[in-house]
């Protein structure tokens, strides 16, 4: 089990390089990602984007790639659509977002390629010690309201961010208020009814899924006995499934503002990871989504 954004990165670095794409790569963070990451022989760098624009910043930062290649786009537009074409032609392994609007970006994937059931974004943390391990959670980022249906695919999607990471026996925890049961709180039942799924073998036999189950208990054992909530899952989630993008969005917060948690976040549901970073994503977390993205794209492979 990979338990560290370092052992992340540095397993990524020793499989075979992954291609990837870089779509609308002419700002200064993508190309210093791609860069760092060919670097570390993790990928094989593909910059769709405004070749002179991209030249300017290598040259503005004294990059110079070994072996990537450079494909002329006009727009951003432009640059998006070459980028998730490449990836329907198999040309590349995985695709990552350049400085571009999310709704340009993703329009040009859910145009270009098939969406296998859900797409959901994984955010996964590493908090240096205050949880013993690497925290999966989903879904913070796309799918507002999830009902029944939905948190199955995100749990499924979840699980392919646990295999990349060699969890052998994934613990999922479908966070709520509260454990018990209440028909005024919908995310509590639907939590009822995915930990019955696990019990039946939904998501695989290796996979155990508890809820409704608060956050203490999902994380500590202490908890769990004061409380006498018996669980394999109490202390050990791998998986934190919320019930809605509020929930997630507040949890991935708190982790970086409080605990000052690196992230690395993907999308996944379509043939290839989905590397999403934003413009205020500090170095180390845009190099963990890729490394993620790598991992992921090496297992599919």
Known sequence: MITSFDEMIKKASQNKPMRLAGAAAQDDATILAMHQAEELGMIVPYLYGDIPTIEAVMKEHNITFKNATFVQA????????KAVQAVANGEVDFIMKGLVDTNIFLKACLKGLPVNGLLSHIMTLDTHGAYHKLLITSDGGMVLYP??????????NALQVAAALEIEHPNVSCLCAKEKVNPKMPSTVDAAELKKLGQEGFFGENVTV???IAFDLATTKE?????KFDSTVCGETDVFIVPNIEAGNIMGKIFDVIYHATAAGVVVGCPVPIVMSSRGDSDASKMASIAMGSLMANLNK
Request: charged content about 40%.
């Open 74 to 81: 006009d727009t951003m537009e432009e640059g998006c659509a």
């Open 147 to 156: 009902d029944l249906e939905q948190k199955k695919g995100i749990i499924k």
């Open 210 to 212: 508890e809820g409704p």
């Open 223 to 227: 908890a769990a006995v004061i409380k």
